[in-house]
T-cell receptor
Framework: GQQVMQIPQYQHVQEGEDFTTYCNSSTTLSNIQWYKQRPGGHPVFLIQLVKSGEVKKQKRLTFQFGEAKKNSSLHITATQTTDVGTYFCAPPNSNSGYALNFGKGTSLLVTP | DTEVTQTPKHLVMGMTNKKSLKCEQHMGHRAMYWYKQKAKKPPELMFVYSYEKLSINESVPSRFSPECPNSSLLNLHLHALQPEDSALYLC??????????????FGPGTRLTVT
């Protein structure tokens, strides 16, 4: 399947600071999805990016898809304690077509 | 209703037991998935059903046996599991069979412990 590298693995910020996680692929991606998993919870869909250079915003969250469609990022402005969780990028699995190929995730801890 | 339900929430079983995990969705989704997630790891795909037919088996050992009785239900039958199979088992569904196009809705998972 399509392998993606997600960095950083962990991030600890003070409430109010910004946060960014990056997802990088060696191959061109047709699209990419982002999910959030709260501690003890299950993954919840955040967004899907399809177009080259696409930028989408959801309140304090900004998602970008690179021009070459090989990388993506999620940026959170002014983090809050409710942002705590693990953020996964997930491009389609090129071998199976139906499945997602989750990155290893970035665990975000926000302290007040 | 945008909910995927899973039962049981927790399951403890011995290595000689036979048990089943159940998943249900009423969103009219035609693709359903089983994932396995170990602590601090991403979900790992096990099986995909598309239109009630098994379309993907990611080289999962035969001690895991999926079943899709109808378009709303997905089961995972467990037999002769090993302690290393202890994990969170997540069910998900999506509108169609192309994961790249449709978002996946995940259930809360079954926390499985094999003793």
């Amino acid at each position: 399947g399509q392998q993606v590298m997600q960095i950083p693995q962990y991030q600890h910020v003070q409430e109010g600071e910004d946060f960014t996680t990056y997802c990088n692929s060696s191959t061109t991606l047709s699209n990419i999805q982002w999910y959030k998993q709260r501690p003890g919870g299950h993954p919840v869909f955040l967004i899907q990016l399809v177009k080259s250079g696409e930028v989408k915003k959801q309140k304090r969250l900004t998602f970008q898809f690179g021009e070459a469609k090989k990388n993506s990022s999620l940026h959170i402005t002014a983090t809050q304690t409710t942002d705590v969780g693990t953020y996964f990028c997930a491009p389609p699995n090129s071998n199976s077509g139906y499945a997602l190929n989750f990155g290893k995730g970035t665990s975000l801890l926000v302290t007040p | 209703d945008t909910e995927v339900t899973q039962t049981p929430k927790h399951l403890v079983m011995g290595m000689t037991n036979k048990k089943s995990l159940k998943c249900e969705q009423h969103m009219g989704h035609r693709a359903m998935y089983w994932y396995k997630q170990k602590a601090k790891k991403p979900p790992e795909l096990m099986f995909v059903y598309s239109y009630e037919k098994l379309s993907i088996n990611e080289s999962v050992p035969s001690r895991f046996s999926p079943e899709c009785p109808n378009s709303s239900l997905l089961n995972l039958h467990l037999h002769a599991l090993q302690p290393e199979d202890s994990a969170l088992y997540l069910c998900a569904s999506s509108q169609g069979g192309l994961a790249g196009v449709y978002e996946q809705y995940f259930g809360p998972g079954t926390r499985l412990t094999v003793t």
